[in-house]
């Protein structure tokens, strides 16, 4: 931007006038004087174009300026290597551009053609040589700058570092958009099936009714569309399956479209009439006549190739829909849309510098970039102010995640409440009846613990000098107090202190670990610290508690379908419209997934609690324990 005043000590003139007098003949001007064609100026001769005398001079040892530079440039770019031995990476690398594109008339010579274009050609190049020759680094009024608000400000410089690297030729970045005409596309939705949860929202529309309805998030809850006559969707098209050669289908004319955000629209599109919502990932299926505009994703580029490729080089694994097209999806680089209320924001900045694997089914690594911490912060916040300011219902914060289930007060007010739920269910006393044999086993271990220390204490007694008799004969009658005591208390089967404890802190801790550590629950799929899964497909569980935000876990536990854009593996596990797993976590389903995203957020502080491999898990045909989680496999 300052190419206009460079100093031409900067510009290597090499052999460019040599170069001009070897390769055109020269002509002394393009015009009669008066502004006219004198009518030779643009004939080729000899099979060399004209070169201007004027611009040659420019070339000359003793009348070198930028301007002749500029023009030699733009006419011949690579003039500059004329005469010079250089290896094939060292050549000049600018191409040959063409600025003008005239095309030949009626009636009019090759000759009058060639002439015209090399004229045409000129005054174009002239026309460059004005615009950069007028670039002098001059600053532009503020008042004229863009200053971007910081949400703005963020997702520009991100982008810029997005396409740097190239992110979104692996991974889907942020989805695509169809415009189509509102009230023939809406005729075909109004018939869905009824609002399954009118205690919960307002909105009519065809949910699942097994899912919990967010009313702030954009994947369950759509933007108002007004009343115009074009409405606007955001997602991808769908996932389709590879056929075999044996196939022979006919195509779906429709145009498939996968949403990735919520649809709203009003029923009879009257501006009174009710709202209703079709959630993301639900699909759609528009002739090509109610379609007025695309929008393609950004990004996704090699999963569109990957896919294919997977299918037809493993069908066995791969091949085929329903669950070997998901594995197929799983396998592939996952997409980043909603990565920035996905993920806390230190661990991705952590990862984006020295990427690890995550997920086992994946068949690809992440590269190492070596990313500069200035370009891995620009990416960190990119996908954080993208999602703060396009889902405002969320609250999203960053740089700094908030993480209450970490806090005493906290785990201490759930703890209570679920007390109190177990006794008004009737399922305080089996609770405790659960516990007995654990608290006996605990009161056992004290038992040999105090024994122990009472047998040191009098070793020290018997080999201490006479200064220090009297010190160790009390630590060793503090010893045997503590020893009769614990004692008495196996004796007794005296509780009262572990029952204590466990309706303090501990109670809603180790209930929600049963769910986690189900054997038909999360374990089916995942590892949770040590302890093995029955499947290892998804990551393991340990990670969740410095990776994933508390918010965003809880939504995906409610329902993991709605953040992708391929039919996942993970099922609904906890259904708003039944009430199970009672023998694990005493409550509702939303009561249970909830338990599920504390315990993932408090686990590398509970799991060495005793507590938690006090039963065996459920799930298991091997009644298995927990012990490995509770000790981090020592």
């Not at 009230?183 to 949910?207: C, I, Q, S, V, W």
């Not at 294919?308 to 669950?323: F, I, M, T, W």
């Not at 992440?366 to 102010?385: C, G, H, R, W």
């Not at 204590?500 to 038909?520: F, M």
Request: glycine fraction near 6%; charge should be neutral; hydrophobic fraction near 35%.
């Amino acid at each position: 931007n300052d190419w206009g005043k460079k100093d031409i000590e900067r510009l290597a003139f090499e052999d460019g006038h040599k170069f001009v007098e070897h390769h055109f003949h020269i002509v002394s001007s393009r015009d009669d004087g008066k502004g006219k064609d004198n009518g030779e100026s643009y004939a080729i001769k000899d099979g060399k174009k004209p070169y201007e005398q004027y611009f040659l001079d420019m070339l000359d040892h003793h009348g070198r300026s930028r301007e002749g530079f500029l023009h030699l440039k733009l006419e011949e770019p690579r003039s500059y290597d004329y005469n010079r031995i250089r290896s094939w990476d060292e050549r000049l690398r600018m191409p040959q551009f063409k600025f003008a594109r005239p095309r030949r008339l009626p009636n009019e010579s090759r000759e009058e053609y060639e002439a015209r274009t090399i004229r045409e050609e000129a005054e174009a190049r002239e026309a460059v040589m004005t615009f950069i020759l007028g670039l002098v680094a001059e600053s532009i009024p503020s008042a004229y700058v863009h200053h971007p608000k910081e949400d703005r400000w963020h997702e520009v410089k991100g982008r810029q570092v997005l396409d740097k690297f190239n992110c979104g030729g692996c991974h889907l970045i942020r989805p695509g958009s169809i415009e189509f005409r509102s009230a023939p596309t809406f005729d075909r939705l109004e018939n869905g099936p009824p609002n399954p949860h009118p205690d919960l929202y307002k909105h009519e529309g065809p949910y699942t009714k097994d899912d919990y309805f967010d009313p702030n998030h954009i994947a369950w809850a759509g933007a108002d569309q007004g009343v115009g006559d074009r409405s606007r969707t955001f997602g991808v098209h769908p996932p389709l399956e590879v056929k075999s050669d044996e196939d022979d289908e006919e195509p779906n004319p429709n145009v498939g479209f996968w949403l990735m955000r919520a649809l709203r629209f009003r029923q009879d599109h009257k501006k009174a009439g009710a709202l209703r919502d079709i959630p993301a990932a639900a699909q759609l299926s528009l002739p090509p006549s109610l379609i007025t505009k695309t929008v393609p994703p950004y990004g996704g580029t090699f999963m569109d190739q990957l896919i294919p490729y997977l299918q037809k080089r493993d069908r066995e694994s791969y091949g085929g829909g329903g669950a070997k097209l998901s594995l197929a999806y799983a396998a592939g680089p996952p997409n980043l849309v909603g990565e920035g209320e996905k993920v806390q924001t230190e661990w991705l900045y952590n990862f984006l510098r020295n990427p690890h694997r995550i997920r086992p089914l994946t068949i690809l690594r992440m590269p190492k970039f070596n990313l500069s911490p200035e370009d891995t912060q620009a990416i960190v916040n990119y996908f954080a102010a993208v999602d703060r300011s396009e889902n405002k219902g969320i609250g999203l914060t960053y740089p700094y995640v908030p993480m209450p289930q970490r806090t005493d007060s906290y785990l201490q007010e759930k703890t209570a409440a679920y007390v109190a739920r177990l006794k008004a269910t009737g399922q305080y006393e089996i609770r405790k009846q659960e516990f007995q044999k654990y608290w006996e086993e605990r009161l056992a271990a004290e038992k040999i613990a105090a024994e122990r220390a009472l047998k040191e204490a009098e070793e020290q007694l018997k080999s201490a000098p006479e200064a220090t008799k009297a010190d160790a004969e009390k630590l060793r009658n503090e010893a045997k107090l503590k020893a009769e005591l614990a004692a008495e208390k196996l004796n007794k089967k005296d509780f009262t202190d572990l029952v204590r404890q466990w309706e303090r802190r501990e109670a809603y801790v180790a209930d929600a670990a049963r769910l986690v550590l189900h054997g038909n629950l999360c374990l089916t799929c995942h590892y949770v610290g040590d302890v093995a899964g029955k499947e290892n497909k998804g990551p393991n569980l340990e990670l969740a508690a410095g990776r994933l935000r508390p918010d965003w876990t809880e939504r995906w536990v409610t329902n993991p379908q709605r953040f992708l854009h391929y039919t996942t593996v993970m099922p609904i596990n906890f259904l708003s419209t039944k009430t199970e797993h009672q023998d694990a976590f005493v409550g509702s389903s939303r009561e249970q997934i909830q338990a599920v995203r504390d315990f993932l957020m408090l686990y590398p502080e509970v799991r060495t609690w005793p507590v938690i491999r006090g039963r065996p898990m459920l799930g298991t045909s091997s009644n298995a324990t927990t012990t490995a989680a509770a000790d981090g496999g020592n």
